[in-house]
């Protein structure tokens, strides 16, 4: 798999590839049909380079003007993000490629990301931060998901009982992998 969200990349080694604008800006477009292109583009460049997936798109929100992915992020809205998203994982799919959207759920800061604890209320975390992973499951039958590197409370996100495997499996419909967000080593 490679980074994906805004181009098929594997942490700056490849010397070239196609770069889309970011989910924001994507986002401010309301054109799913676009989201939907563009996913098979990213697709598509993956196939050709030999990658079978890809670690795109990702579905977190704006909930933080601290979040360091927000320029990876679509919007502050569950169901904007989730109908965007829901067509670019349609579009990626398209061509045989599969991904993994990220990062579930409420990755809201980067700088020291493996100490934060997001606390809120069950209510906030089911129709905000978990709105877009449903859109992403229902409509857009995702392929796969990769966990935040955050804390939940105070159970890190990539292993919360409450949240994996039961959220965004059986009942949405959701049968493939969760992983968690961990990078390679770098040489």
């Known amino acids: 798999e490679v980074e994906g969200p805004s181009q098929v990349c594997s942490f700056n080694q490849l010397k070239y590839g196609t770069g889309f604008s970011n989910g924001t800006v994507l986002a401010q477009t309301w ?6 292109r563009i996913g098979e583009a990213l697709g598509a460049e993956a196939a050709y380079i030999g990658v079978d997936g890809i670690y795109a798109p ?15 992020y679509l919007s502050e809205d569950p169901v904007l993000t989730g109908k965007m998203a ?8 398209n061509t045989g490629t599969y991904c993994f959207v990220k990062h579930l759920i409420c990755n809201d800061q980067d700088t020291m990301r ?22 992403l499951v229902e409509e857009g039958g995702a392929t796969g998901m990769m966990s935040s590197y955050n804390r ?9 009982a409450a949240l994996l495997p039961g959220v965004p499996r059986p009942a949405r419909g959701f049968k493939r992998a969760v992983i968690s967000d961990q990078a390679p080593p770098h040489p």
């Not at 990702?58 to 990876?72: D, I, P, Q, T, V």
């Not at 939940?152 to 919360?160: K, L, N, R």
């Open 114 to 135: 493996d100490g934060l604890y997001e606390w809120m209320t069950e209510q906030t975390l089911r129709e905000l931060y978990l709105e877009p992973f449903r859109i």
């Open 86 to 93: 829901a067509a670019e994982v349609r579009g990626i799919k």
């Open 58 to 72: 990702s579905a977190n929100l704006h909930r933080s003007a601290f979040g360091g992915r927000n320029y990876e």
């Open 31 to 36: 054109n799913t049909e676009l989201a939907g």
């Open 152 to 160: 939940i409370g105070a159970v890190w996100g990539g292993g919360a």
